[in-house]
């Protein structure tokens, strides 16, 4: 009996239009990446399972991917890039320079609910500063972001901030002191965007017994975010200073933040403060960012993170404090498809040479050998076939040239060059005469 091909909900198979496009994706990251001086390493896509357990939520915990080897060790896929440089650095620290800038592209897992750009297994592009406890590196993420977004040619984005000592503040404003109340309170309102205000209001009620009038000045407090410049806003929300200490600490950290990047050449209508970002994951205790697409706010961030000062306490003894984003590339890839941005070849050849008679191969080999050496990429067509199908062939690909080899070039040993956008086509042309006109 047959097997019916066929895919598990939440994964995906890419097609080559897609995964070329996905490449060229990381392809430019890791550029940026690399130009702020990040050094990439690569963890294993299994843990053992106590080494992911307990970092994330209790939603992020029911959602792992945890089972016994054949060994009888008990493992799980990862989640997150996060948890393994915990465990990497806690490791290694004595061979890696502090501070440590690393980035890592990998696959992670969640057994969670598949939906429009959020899969069970999807690829994660982290960036991290370890060793160091400074605003500047805060500060650099952002930076970092930005010249990520730019890479991508995107131009409409936001990059949210937050602090969570002023979401603690703000909890304990209202009366809410104990930690897990405080992380329940904040995996709640993290869902906004998803379930409505209505539905955030009752689940707070039944999981925190508050009374309506602590949560309408909860969700009041939490909903504000910055519509002008950040000098206004800070004016705006200064008087909150003075409801604690940790909003106090909270806004300041912005504030210094905001010093360093309002001396950049950046626009600052793309960064806002927005105290309804919370980030689900426990283990962020400073700055927090998410990322939206203007023309897509309904996709949700494409790129999020934070500062982790107690990450490695898991591992060690000794404190690192940790800050970094990552970009979620597979849900960039479905917004930026929907926008209708993402380019339509599903080749990485720029030339396809085909050949009218059987003998010719031989020649079309050498060719292709010498527009590869002169870095053009090149694909031989490997068979003799009708002129349209070779043609229609290099039209559904992509390729922008198709080299034709008849009779006349094979004895002339010279090259017949179609341009497959304009038309054009140039007859009895020299290798060199040829190459100038593709690099044009």
């Not at 009996?1 to 939440?10: A, D």
């Not at 404003?173 to 955030?200: A, C, P, Q, W």
């Not at 023309?295 to 940790?322: A, I, M, N, W």
Request: charged share 30%; net charge neutral; hydrophobic share 40%.
């Amino acid at each position: 009996m047959l097997v019916v091909p066929r895919t598990l909900s939440g994964f995906k198979d890419r097609l080559p239009k897609e995964a070329m496009a996905k490449e060229k994706l990381l392809a430019k990251v890791s550029k940026v990446f690399e130009s702020f001086g990040f050094v990439p390493i690569e963890t294993p896509h299994l843990e053992y399972a106590d080494i992911l357990i307990k970092q994330g939520s209790e939603e992020i915990q029911k959602e792992l991917y945890r089972f016994k080897d054949h060994g009888g060790r008990d493992v799980a896929l990862r989640f997150d890039q996060t948890v393994p440089l915990a465990r990497f650095i806690s490791q290694y620290h004595n061979e890696v320079d502090l501070p440590f800038k690393r980035y890592v592209i990998g696959n992670v897992f969640r057994g969670e609910r598949a939906q429009r750009g959020r899969y069970r297994e999807f690829t994660q592009c982290d960036f991290d500063f370890i060793g160091s406890n400074w605003i500047v590196c805060d500060a650099e993420i952002v930076q970092v972001i930005y010249a990520s977004m730019a890479s991508l040619e995107i131009e409409e984005f936001t990059i949210w901030l937050n602090h969570r000592d002023i979401l603690n503040g703000i909890c304990k404003y209202f009366g809410i002191h104990e930690k897990k109340s405080i992380d329940t309170t904040l995996r709640i309102i993290d869902k906004m965007d998803k379930i409505g205000k209505d539905n955030v209001c009752a689940e707070l009620k039944k999981e925190l017994n508050i009374t309506d009038k602590k949560v309408e000045g909860l969700l009041e407090a939490t909903s504000i975010k910055q519509i002008g410049s950040g000098s206004e806003f800070f004016s705006e929300i200064a008087q909150m200073k003075g409801w604690n200490e940790e909003l106090k600490k909270g806004i300041e950290d912005l504030e210094r933040m905001y010093e360093i990047l309002s001396e950049l050449e950046m626009d600052r209508d793309t960064y806002r403060v927005n105290f309804s970002i919370a980030r689900g994951l426990g283990y962020y205790t400073g700055i927090v960012y998410e990322t939206t697409l203007n023309r897509l706010k309904s996709l949700g961030s494409v790129c999020s993170g934070g500062r982790y000062d107690d990450l490695t306490r898991t591992f060690s003894k000794e404190k690192l404090s940790g800050v970094g984003a990552s970009i979620g590339i597979d849900r960039l890839l479905a917004g930026l498809e929907e926008l209708g941005l993402l380019s339509g070849k599903s080749t990485s050849a720029r030339i396809l040479i085909v050949c009218m008679q059987e003998a010719y191969f031989a020649f079309a080999h050498k060719l292709a050998e010498s527009f590869r050496r002169s870095t053009v990429a090149t694909e031989v067509y490997p068979e003799v076939n009708k002129l349209k199908k070779q043609f229609s062939y290099a039209h559904a690909k992509g390729h922008e040239f198709v080299v034709v080899i008849g009779e006349n070039e094979y004895i002339s040993q010279t090259i017949t060059l179609k341009n497959m956008t304009s038309g054009m086509q140039l007859d009895g042309l020299s290798f060199l005469k040829a190459l100038e006109i593709v690099r044009e």
